[in-house]
């Protein structure tokens, strides 16, 4: 008997409200199709009506204990419409624009301090690798990985590292390989450097100085012969772009480091959370950077030979980049 009232109430309690949920079915499924824009005037106000009132029966449903089908159906349904009434409706394109008109330059902002140690630790690793290359050539081993060394190294002529640069030799054959390991060692260290900061900061903070004892050694040899300018303009059509995205990326990391290391008064989950907003957001800056460097690498580096043009290029797309980091975003008040 008791099972019998029960179904006739279940009955009795969906014949009443079962054409308002049929209704709210049918606009939350328009909604889903092509978005709340899709809607009417009219029917925006149905939607929102309908799905109070279903919310309203799911209460009471689960009150007087009706059968668990008509619950199950009545939960998807108030879920479906709670995510077109409440959900943010903005589309990726929308996410996008916004990206790049406000969010990504004011997190470069907000993290400048973070940007700023990701750049000092590249600077000092730079300048370390120098000048232990100039007191003994035999640094250069010690931090340059044999695939990227490719036979550049201190016992190379003056001629064929000036015939690399220039690619005025067959010797400079092996030049588009050599940019190839270039670029894929430094996007591996980015990714590092964001992956690794989290661990209190001090795995980022080396990776970013080593890859800094590279190029100061690197850059330290072609002084030596006489190529420092030269050489200067071939990294620049690129590396400015590339080397400032791994600062970046060193920076995001750097940030999530510290909100591990300092949570201030939030739990670390929680500081985590927070700094991970910023931090994501620098990690997708850098990842953009890096496909702009290797599309300046893959075009610009092999057409233009001139050393003057290639600093032209490099240095003028950093001040791009600096532009969009100083003034995207900001109101025009």
Known sequence: MRDEAALMRS??????????WIKLEALVAKAERGGVQSLQFAEARDLASFYRQATTSLAIAREISLDKALLEYLEALAARAYLIVYAPQERLGG???RFFAASGPQAMRRSALFVAAGFLCMALGGLTGFLLYLESNDWYYVFMPSGLA???????STEFLRSVIYDDSPAATGLGAFAAYLFSH??????????????ACLPAILLTFYNGLIFGAFYALHV?????WD????LSVHGVTELSAICIACGAGVQLGSAVLFPGQNTRKEALRLAGRDAVKLAIIAALMLFVAALLEGFARQLIQDAGARYLIGWGVGALWLA????????RR
């Open 224 to 228: 030596e012969r006489g190529l420092g």
């Open 11 to 20: 009955a009795r309690f969906r014949a009443e409200r079962e054409q308002d």
């Open 150 to 156: 490719a036979g550049r190294g201190p016992d190379a």
């Open 95 to 97: 996410l996008i624009g």
């Open 324 to 331: 969009w980091f100083l003034l995207g975003g900001r109101s």
């Open 186 to 199: 430094n996007t591996r260290i980015a990714i590092f450097v964001f992956g690794l900061g989290v661990f």
């Open 231 to 234: 050489l200067g303009g071939w």
